[in-house]
């Protein structure tokens, strides 16, 4: 649909004569019936032309300083609004609560598109929009959002009309859009990494019960209560990773000066931890090397933590205000090693892509590395790192390493503290 807003009306231009009487009737029919919750933009009236033609529908008018997550997920509008995961969590929270309201009103969208929704750009968790009712599902008038190729795979056969299964499945698929903030409408699970996309790097980070459940979504039930569970636990561990309300450092932090003019850089720091170790030597490593960067008078550093507890995980980079300290949590499970390195240099690499900048990546090291395929392949990811993008590699053992792994690792780094 070629869709043409101007004030607080929406013309619908360029249809098929068919598609713009079923539009029609469906404005009728939301006009009619009510029952919309207030995220979605309600028709008041049909709009007609000098020759009595409908050419569109006027709705309320709200204020609401918003971007469609189409927009929003272009790449300037990305750092614009510093939209990393703990962002998106957030912002998938509050649409899928208002997808479950639908539900519980058997009102089905369908397949909503990234375009049709908008997200408050201070507030993620408190406000969306929903723009587009005319495509809903209407009664027994069907959705006419677009189908695409990797959409028709969550369906042995496509619904004609959608009900509270079918809709669940095109929920998830809408999380999956979200969270991995994939701007295209062909969204593919999961993202093809040859094409060096954000999607990519967003796709690494989540955790390894969002993986599976993506990855399973043709094939399993998508309940919205496992769905809003694993959004709510991805909340609470962003916050306790990130806000400094919930940190419990021990030690005392100091409070440094900004440092102002200065040209930036990217530091990621790559975490490799044994589980059943206490985290007091690593943290003491962490505690150094964020020292270092803000003592540091040559660059202003955005940062990323590269970190695991029975899966590895990242935070995407951002500038910290002075004083901050990443916690790390006192037991975890065991993760693999050769994973984190692999995130930690396909962020890298996917941030020097957009913008050419200095980087450190540290690795902090407190146990024994097994020297595994995956972590081959690392090492192989990290030189190619150093070549293309000149990445400083620095290692920060806490105690004595020894293994293959070790002396590997040893061969490719450029300073051992």
Known sequence: ???????????????????????????????????????????????????????????????????????LFQRENM???????????????????????????KIYPGLMTLESIQIHTDRADKAVLFTQPEHFQAGEMVSTYPWYPSDSKLYEVEPELFDAHSQKKADGKLMYKILTA??????????????????????????????????????????????????????????????PADRKMTEEVRPFSIKKELPKAYAAIAVLREAGKSAHDISRQMYLVLEDLEEDGTYDYE??????????????????????????????????????????????????????????????????ILNDAMYQKSLEKLMELKEKYGTKIILCPAGEHRGEGYQRLLGIVDEER
């Open 303 to 368: 940062e990323a933590f590269i970190l695991g507890d029975r899966h590895p995980f990242a935070r995407p980079f951002r500038r910290h205000e002075p004083g901050f300290r990443a916690q790390l949590a006192h037991k975890i499970s065991a993760y693999s090693f050769g994973e984190v390195l692999l995130i930690s240099s396909e962020l890298l690499s996917q941030a020097l892509l957009l913008e050419k900048r200095p980087s450190i990546l540290y690795i902090l090291l407190d146990g024994e």
């Open 79 to 105: 750092e614009k609004y510093h939209v990393d995961s703990h962002f998106l969590f957030r912002a998938a929270k509050r649409i899928l609560s208002v997808m479950m309201e639908l539900s519980s009103k």
């Open 1 to 71: 649909m070629d869709e043409k807003r101007t004030g607080n009306c929406y013309f619908l231009e360029g249809l098929e004569e068919e598609e713009r009487l079923l539009l029609i009737k469906k404005i009728k029919y939301w006009m009619k019936e009510g029952g919309l919750p207030k995220e979605v933009r309600k028709p008041i009236s049909l709009i007609y032309n000098d020759e009595d033609r409908c050419v569109g529908y006027s709705y309320e008018e709200l204020e609401f300083p918003g971007i469609s997550l189409k927009e």
């Open 182 to 243: 994939f701007p295209k409408g062909n969204a593919k699970i999961p993202p093809d990494p040859k094409k060096q996309e954000l999607s990519y790097v967003f796709w690494n980070i989540l955790s390894r019960e969002w993986k599976d459940f993506f990855l399973s979504l043709s094939e399993s039930e998508a309940e919205y209560e496992n769905i809003m569970k694993l959004l709510q636990e991805s909340i609470e561990e962003e916050n306790y990773y990130t806000d």
